[in-house]
C-alpha cells in the first residue's frame, strides 16, 4: 500500500501490510503500522507455493528485501 490512510486499513483489518514509498514520503508513511516499509516494489518478490494434499490450493510467500 503507497497511502497512509490504505496502510492504517490494512493494518485495522490484520492484515501484514507492506507499505511502499511511491506516492508519499517515507516520513509521512513511516508511523502508520505497516510492518515493513519498502522504497519500491522491486524490494519485494512473491513465490507460489502449493499445499501439499488440499486439492491444489496455493499460498503466496512473500521476501521484503529492506
Known sequence: EDSP???RA???SGAKVIA???SHQR???DDCGANWV????KS???RVVEKENMGGEVELE???EL
Open 20 to 22: 511502499v514509498c511511491t
Open 38 to 41: 519498502v522504497p519500491d516494489m
Open 10 to 12: 490494512g493494518v485495522a
Open 27 to 29: 516520513e509521512q508513511i
Open 62 to 64: 512473500f521476501t521484503v
Open 44 to 46: 519485494v518478490s512473491v
Open 5 to 7: 490512510s490504505g496502510i
